[in-house]
């Protein structure tokens, strides 16, 4: 089990977190490799000591999730392209049937749900005022149809309420256009 928490591997990567003692900061060793073994790298992140574990791993990326205190909690995004700088979000979820879109929450605003792509990196804010704070940002089911996010969570009265987002506006790629005459991007 322990091994479980600190190795994962995917249909094409393994990968591998080990702590480094006796640093001046929290620190661990994240090591991705191809399973036919023509490419490794390592990324330094800065995560708790004793707390840190790989939670997910896939074709796009290494989840390392840790405690930050109390009910919150934070996920390190390794990407398997390791030119691509990690990225780290609070309270996030991942949707079931599209690892490219996950959820979080920003500034313990719990009311707030973000819907990050990590194709394009565009974000949408989603508000849920109803929703029970004990939740903590935590979806029960989240999975994609279409263009829309199906959600259901649990409301502040404790009843299950189901939730349809349109994801049109993160989906789309929409490419920077170039100003000929001033050379600045539009």
Known sequence: FRDSLYNRDSDNYISKLEEIPYRDSNAYKLT????NGKRRFS???NTRPQMSRISYCNELYTVVSFACGGPCHSEVFVFTDENRPYEQYGYAQIVNDSPNIITHIKNEE????????FDNG??????NPDINFMQYGQMDTMYVVGNELK????TKNDKTRNKTISLQKILKWIPAVLDLQSDTVI
Not at 122 to 127: F, L, P, S
């Open 110 to 117: 719990f009311e707030k749900l973000l819907i990050h792509n």
């Open 43 to 45: 990324k330094i992140l």
């Open 151 to 154: 959600i259901e969570y649990l």
């Open 32 to 35: 991705i490799s191809l399973k």
């Open 122 to 127: 565009t974000e949408i804010v989603v508000e």
